[in-house]
């Protein structure tokens, strides 16, 4: 995405760079920390780039992490939560690298009525001394949740817009039901056919206070083919990052890890909040680098400015 590809020589180092970092990886055996088959997700981009072998955790219970319908609260920020569920890979299986991912959901934060997943992706290598945790941020979901007094206002089209159920893509991705209000009854998770949701949305009605039925998209990674997606493109970047090495320690994993903003002005110089470069930082030693950014801008239109515009 975006980048360029250094002319003549530059690409024949680069490219040699690569393959010299890529030996530190090839033909080793990774552990993925998960329950949810995410080891298939992950075993193209990260087995054939890295050339190592993956295998998902033998017993894994992830959800003393936490899980997505929220019956254990997380503690921690998602990036400490993914490299701890890898570090617990490491832990169970005695391996000396791992994977891990964690996703989490909320609204856009420029686009209020609309909704992204962030997924992040994390690599514990012992071996290297390094922890890198890579982000994606994308509205490519299908995360959504609505309160129903029956199944059939699931299949509502309001104004002609698409229902709850076409917008949440089920079947083919599952729901989770539970009662609106109280806990009288346990979620059931995982549904993927008519019948099951009528049974689920008319028990969870009937033990909910209000007499509505919360259904939720169910976002577990062999739930949620979409999800898949985003993991897989994930996978790539990860690679990609893992093949960078650290221009001063050569480590592998040198890659963006902030935005640092306040370009400035174009008029009278005041730092706006505008992104200003890009900040690369090694996993392992103290080597950081800002890239100015890739579009080339040095200045802020004034309309930015606080002080011209305001
Ligand atoms: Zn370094
Ligand atoms: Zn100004």
Redesign the pocket.
């Known amino acids: 995405m975006g980048r360029h590809r250094r002319p003549g020589g530059g690409a024949v180092m680069a490219s040699l760079a690569r393959a010299e970092t890529r030996e530190r990886f090839a033909g080793r055996a990774a552990v993925v920390a998960t329950m949810h088959g995410k080891e298939r997700s992950l075993a193209l981009p990260l087995g054939v780039a890295l050339g190592v072998s993956l295998r998902a955790t033998s017993d894994l219970d992830t959800d003393v992490l936490g899980t997505f319908s929220g019956e254990v609260p997380r503690p921690g920020s998602p990036a400490e939560i993914v490299v701890r569920k890898a570090r617990l890979g490491l832990e169970l299986e005695g391996a000396t690298l791992a994977f891990a991912s964690e996703a989490s959901f909320g609204p856009h934060p420029s686009a209020p009525f609309s909704l992204v997943h962030q997924e992040l992706l994390a690599c514990v290598d012992l071996e290297q001394g390094i922890e890198v945790v890579e982000p994606v941020v994308t509205v490519d979901t299908n995360f959504a949740s609505v309160t129903v007094a029956d199944v059939g206002a699931l299949a509502d089209r309001p104004h002609g817009r698409p229902s709850f159920l076409e917008r949440a893509h089920f079947p083919s991705h599952a729901l989770i039901v539970m009662p609106s209000v109280g806990r009288r009854i346990a979620p059931v998770k995982g549904i993927r056919d008519d019948a099951s949701l009528a049974r689920a949305v008319a028990a969870a009605a009937c033990a909910s206070e209000d007499h509505l039925a919360r259904v939720e998209t169910d976002m577990r990674a062999h739930l949620n083919p979409m999800r898949r997606r985003v993991i897989r493109r994930l996978g790539l970047r990860l690679a990609r990052r893992l093949l960078t090495a650290c221009p001063d320690c050569s480590a592998p994993g040198w890659g963006a890890v902030a935005v640092s903003y306040g370009l400035p ?1 174009r ?2 110089g ?1 730092p706006t909040a505008q992104p200003r470069a890009l900040i690369l930082r090694c996993p392992r030693c103290d080597a950081q680098e800002e890239r100015p950014r890739e579009d080339g801008l040095v200045a802020a239109s ?1 309309g930015e ?1 606080p ?2 515009n305001p």
């Open positions: 002005c008029v009278c005041t004034p400015c002080v011209c």
